[in-house]
């Protein structure tokens, strides 16, 4: 192997990269041009050397990584590296330039055929598999054994005799040969679609993995040798499943697999025996079809070529209102006739009803509850807002309380007051510097319930809803919250709003910490007879405890009285591929079926239109096939741009000048830090790992928050005029000094390098105003920087609601009926303007003043005040300092809408 310590600094920056896929592809690319070079000019001996040196220590470092790809592959490697030594270097760049343009351009349509046409300069490059004139789409399979070459020569033409013309797909065979090279082959490559085990493996890799260890999470492979075969084959399979749900696995061996197939475990598909190459083959090509189905697209893109007569709504449908205008007839032009004919009122004639779903529409919300992890979806076409007010309206009945995060969407508060809840803010902590809500800590949230269960109430309490992830990348840790507070209510409801988060599912740091894997993990845990030993002893040990002691203790539920009901909302058009408006809500709830199926009918049909839209519904569909085949692909290389971005601002000197890309050490306070990693966002996959696995609070890593405040323009403005109006760059959400930008799947690396050129063009713009500036221009040009970034009003936490409007009439407990003060501000009477100066007179000579709406100042995009609550001096404060021009609930120049005294006295009792 190569000596690290004298390798060359091309291979040193090896720490600069968030991914092998990162490092392989510029290797690569690398490769090329030391081939081309060598090729091509004449350098000195010593030159020459360094040279040929550096291409052989990268070539070494692709020789370990190909070990995990079909393509180019070990065999590729080896061909490039023969010519290299016999000093071919024209016809090894000719080879490793095929690879290139494969691996950019073409990286899940890589065939070794274009390889052998470029070496021997053939024109036909169509590989003998495929039919003339047929592309078919490409995949690769993991085959886990360990055989030699023969053998392994022998597997796969053993598989490629059953290929036939008419199959859809066309695959190649990785092989690898133990336990840990599975794990990593199925972290690194993303064109794999399925994996066949056998049982000659062996536990650890035979390869020197250091030069990626820093890209691999922590494997732990201890006892792995000591167990027997089936417990090995059933562990494979759970690790393989736990890295990538949607890999289809499979089984052979050789003997007893009639005994064998019911041994392996839940995570395997079929079990077959060594000699069924024809089942085999055909089970891996159906696995994959079975994620390419899209039921109601592919219904409605039939619909739209059959012919019909319209005698029904929508002149729109089929185009005809448009394309015989003589006035509109650009629309068709825009949007292509397409939409038009895929435009329609009908549910039958092969389509579906998204109101009583029995034909694609159902099988669709089927394939996407497997793709989510969930036991059932609905799909919702008008949005998240909407998604919410259904569950909310299905789960809570009018007077039961619900925990809320205080800084959630607004339409969390609206379905709350709809529902006629009692509702109880939950507040965020602050990072205040940057005017930032982070999340509800545990023990907020605890001590809530602890405090009902107290004052006796603690059935009334209905459902904890909670923002994961929130607008700035904070994410909780989903199965601590739920346990925790199972513990203390065992049939407590979770609503989690992951708006921004629906990708989440489809890489596996990720996807512990959403709703529907940690549900299902959870239910599973509680049926463990090890779990229930570990529970007994906790509650021997906890049944004289006070609920002081509760509150720092890691509380476990009864496993014989706990219920996982749990849902989740999704924005899929925010972070995946949908049209807006597109969402899902996933449900993962023990007593569905026989508690609130019906109710969740009622309140689907009180809040879906019935005239929903198909090309959402249609959209939803495929991008639900897209994650299921390429999602980790996608948001792998999501967070790598992300962390280019980060990267890139940080070193820049001029960027680095005026902005700072804000850490989790900036955006979580250290109590909620336990692992003490301070930047797991920056560091190698198993610090992140370590994070991700003990922090009560991580930062998505997808999310680049950038304090902006040096540079003297709010957050605001920045965004507004700078960005978007000037160069068209469209980012998150902003706040007081602060401007989100989050990478997505559809992010590529060239807008990664179009924002940083914009952000280093407006730096030095900036310069050269500031250098232009007089005296006074530049005192008040540093007043304006002073006030972005030293003294920033503190977020208020909610204040209270007023007594009229509590749910407690003792006081105990803080909940309020939104409700009661929204409809009661529909009455003109009872309410009165407020100047800001008026309220703040009130406030300090001890009146009540409380609000008879919300009013939510963007940034930050939260309810400061709802209905029924009381102004305080901390929420005035951060009012008055707040420079947003747009502030929903408060007319300029009139003020503040506000129950009048007389009102509020004669609601007293």
Same mark, same amino acid.
């Given at each position: ?38 090729? &091509? ?5 010593? !030159?020459?050397? /360094?040279? +040929? ?5 990268? $070539?070494? #470092? @692709? *020789? ?89 020569? &022998? ?5 490629? !005799?059953?290929? /036939?013309? +008419? ?5 190649? $065979?990785? #092989? @690898? *040969? ?732």
């Amino acid at each position: 192997m190569t000596d690290t310590a004298n390798l060359t600094p091309w291979h040193l920056p090896f720490r600069g990269y968030n991914s092998v896929w990162q490092v392989r592809a510029d290797t690569w690319s690398a490769i090329a041009d030391a081939t081309k070079r060598l090729h &091509e000019a004449s350098f000195s001996r010593k !030159r020459e050397d /360094r040279l +040929e040196r550096e291409l052989s220590a990268m $070539l070494e #470092f @692709v *020789s370990l990584i190909e070990n995990y790809w079909a393509f180019p592959g070990p065999e590729g490697v080896s061909r490039v590296t023969a010519l290299v030594a016999d000093r071919e270097y024209e016809i090894a760049y000719r080879a490793v330039e095929a690879i290139v343009q494969q691996l950019i351009a073409a990286p899940h349509d890589l065939d070794h055929s274009r390889l052998e046409a470029k070496l021997d300069e053939q024109r036909d490059q169509r590989s003998a598999r495929e039919p003339v004139g047929v592309r078919r789409q490409r995949f690769e399979v993991l085959v886990v054994a360990d055989v030699s070459g023969y053998e392994a020569d &022998e597997i796969r033409d053993a598989l490629r !005799r059953q290929e /036939r013309p +008419e199959d859809a797909f066309v695959y190649d $065979l990785v #092989f @690898v *040969s133990s336990f840990e090279d599975a794990l990593v082959a199925l972290m690194l490559n993303f064109n794999l679609q399925a994996c066949v085990v056998r049982t000659d493996f062996r536990p650890r890799s035979s390869f020197d993995l250091e030069p990626i260890r820093r890209f691999l999470p922590q494997m732990e492979l201890g006892g792995v040798a000591e167990r027997t075969l089936i417990d090995r084959v059933r562990l494979l399979g759970e690790r393989l499943g736990d890295i990538r749900p949607e890999v289809n696995l499979y089984f052979v061996g050789n003997a007893s697999i009639e005994t064998i197939g019911g041994q392996v475990g839940r995570r395997f598909h079929r079990v077959f025996a060594s000699q069924d190459a024809l089942e085999l083959h055909l089970s891996i090509l159906r696995g994959v079809s079975d994620r390419f189905k899209t039921p109601f697209f592919t219904a409605l893109r039939h619909y739209s070529r059959k012919p019909t007569g319209v005698f029904h709504a929508m002149p729109i449908s089929r185009g005809k209102s448009v394309v015989n205008s003589q006035w509109i007839g650009e629309m068709a032009e825009f949007y292509g006739l397409n939409i038009f004919m895929a435009e329609t009122s009908a549910t039958s004639g092969g389509l579906d009803s998204l109101l009583d779903p029995h034909g694609p529409i159902k099988d669709a919300q089927r394939l996407a509850a497997r793709a989510f992890g969930a036991q059932q979806t609905y799909f919702v076409t008008n949005g998240t807002s909407t998604a919410n007010k259904i569950v909310l309206q299905s789960i809570v009945k009018p007077g039961q309380i619900v925990l809320v995060d205080r800084n959630c969407h607004k339409s969390h508060h609206y379905a709350l007051m709809l529902a006629g809840a009692r509702v109880n803010y939950l507040d965020a902590y602050s990072a205040d510097r940057y005017s930032i809500y982070g999340a509800v800590p545990l023990k907020v949230i605890k001590q809530q319930l602890l405090d009902y269960r107290r004052a006796g109430r603690l059935d009334e309490v209905k459902m904890v809803a909670l923002t994961n992830c929130t607008f700035d990348g904070i994410i909780y840790d989903v199965e601590r919250v739920m346990e925790e507070c199972l513990a203390i209510k065992p049939d407590l409801v979770f609503l989690w709003d992951e708006a921004w988060f629906a990708f989440a599912r489809f890489h596996p740091t990720y996807r512990g910490r959403t709703a529907m894997a940690t549900a299902a993990r959870l239910q599973q845990r509680y049926r463990d007879p090890a779990y229930r030993k570990q529970y007994a002893a906790q509650a021997a040990e906890l049944e004289q405890a006070d609920d002081a002691t509760l509150l720092e203790a890691r509380l476990m539920p009864d496993p014989d009285r706990v219920r996982v009901r749990v849902y989740a909302t999704q924005s899929t058009h925010k972070t995946l591929t949908a049209l807006r408006q597109g969402s899902m809500i996933h449900v993962h709830d023990q007593d569905f079926g026989y508690r609130n199926e019906e109710a969740f009918r009622e309140a689907y049909m009180t809040h879906t239109s019935t005239s929903p839209n198909y090309q959402i519904l249609a959209s939803l569909d495929m991008g639900r096939r897209q994650v299921e085949l390429e999602g980790f692909e996608l948001v792998q290389k999501q967070v790598e741009l992300a962390m280019v971005l980060r990267a890139t601002v940080e070193a820049h000197p001029l960027l680095s000048r005026y902005f700072q890309v804000l850490a989790t050490t900036d955006l979580i306070p250290p109590e909620y830090r336990r692992s003490g990693v301070e930047c797991p966002v920056r560091g190698s996959l198993q610090e992140r790992q370590e994070a991700w696995a003990d922090d009560e609070f991580v930062i998505d890593p997808s999310r680049v928050t950038l304090y902006v405040g040096r540079t003297g323009v709010d957050g605001d403005t920045f965004k507004n005029e700078y960005l978007m109006n000037r160069y068209g760059i469209q980012v998150n959400k902003t706040s007081r000094n602060t401007v989100l930008f989050m990478t997505n799947i559809g992010t590529t690396r060239s807008s990664v390098a179009y924002l940083i050129e914009i952000l280093v063009s407006l730096v030095e713009e900036l310069e050269d105003e500031i250098d232009r500036m007089g005296p006074l221009n530049r005192a008040a040009h540093e007043r304006r920087v002073t006030v972005l970034t030293q003294d920033p009003p503190p977020l208020p936490d909610f204040s209270a609601f007023h007594d009229c409007f509590r749910g407690d009439e003792h006081g105990e407990t803080p909940e309020g009926d939104i409700q009661k003060a929204f409809f009661m501000a529909y009455d003109e009477q009872t309410c009165e303007y407020v100047t800001p100066d008026e309220a703040w007179e009130r406030v300090m000579q001890g009146r009540e003043v409380v609000s008879a709406t919300f009013v939510t100042p963007y940034p930050p995009g939260f309810p400061v005040l709802v209905p029924g609550q009381l102004f305080s001096r901390e929420i005035l404060e951060f009012m008055r300092a707040l420079d947003t021009k747009e502030i929903h609930g408060f007319v300029d120049g009139i003020g503040y809408r506000v129950f009048t005294e007389e009102a509020l006295a004669h609601l007293a009792p």
